[in-house]
């Protein structure tokens, strides 16, 4: 079944762009009809979306981090990556990325990534 | 944005017990629901999509219900696998937002 996994430094500097890779395995991310996903949680905190995007570059991002957020997607890799500029201790968090399945009309996050920590520190 | 509210935000429970957590929509979002269970240091695993379509795998003690801007989940026999914080999501528009999060916690 397909897996998902996060990859990308776990401390990065105040100021800086936080560059994570989501690796697909165990299917093609061009298969279906798929978004893909980033969700982020701070330590002890709930859960919010940061963006997708679709394999053909078409993308949809949170208004709160739009500014600073960009996903992109490279096919032949079966990855797809999130960069986000200008960090603060704000952005420190576990960084998920999910497949956003759907059913009709229907979409869901699953399966996710393990998740990786993300720390904003000088 | 759509806002998700959950309540309660923790409940304590027993083996065994039925326990039902709340979302609530800001407006309506018809059956766009989904839920997920999240245990320490894991990421979430989606439970119920589309307010009442138990996921694959997923026990059928696990069951929601609602429509419009209000949802339950229930756990009818809680497990002690089942002890962890609980979200809602809604998929009708995005922003994709979720609930704070219920944490049912062992008696």
């Known amino acids: 079944q397909v897996q998902l996994q996060e990859s990308g430094p776990g401390l990065v500097k105040p100021s800086q762009t936080l560059s994570l890779t989501c690796t697909v395995s165990?299917?093609?991310?061009?298969?279906?009809?798929?978004?893909w996903s980033w969700v982020r949680q701070p330590a002890g905190k709930g859960l919010e979306w940061i963006g997708r995007?679709?394999?053909?570059?078409?993308?949809n991002y949170n208004p709160s981090l739009k500014s600073r957020v960009t996903i992109s997607v490279d096919t032949s890799k079966n990855q797809f990556s999130l960069r986000l500029s200008s960090v603060t201790a704000a952005d420190t968090a576990v960084y998920y990325c999910?497949?956003?399945?759907?059913?009709?009309?229907?979409?869901?996050?699953?399966?996710w990534g393990q998740g990786t920590l993300v720390t904003v520190s000088s | 944005d759509i806002q998700m509210t959950q309540s309660p935000s923790s409940l304590s429970a027993s083996v065994g017990d039925r326990v039902t957590i709340t979302c609530r929509a800001s407006?309506?979002?018809?059956?766009?629901l989904n839920w997920y269970q999240q245990k320490s240091g894991k990421p979430p695993n989606l439970l119920i999509y589309?307010?009442?379509s138990l996921q694959r795998g997923v026990p059928s003690r696990f069951s929601g219900s609602g429509s419009d801007t209000d949802f339950t989940l229930t756990i009818s026999g809680l497990q002690p696998e089942d002890f962890a914080t609980y979200y809602c999501?809604?998929?009708?528009?995005?922003?994709?937002?979720f609930g704070q999060g219920t944490r049912v916690e062992i008696k």
């Open positions: 999910a497949r956003d399945d759907r059913l009709r009309s229907y979409n869901w996050f699953d399966p």
């Open positions: 165990g299917g093609s991310i061009s298969s279906g009809t798929y978004y």
């Open positions: 995007i679709y394999i053909s570059g078409s993308t």
């Open positions: 407006q309506m979002i018809s059956n766009y």
């Open positions: 589309a307010a009442s």
């Open positions: 999501q809604q998929s009708l528009d995005t922003p994709r937002t």
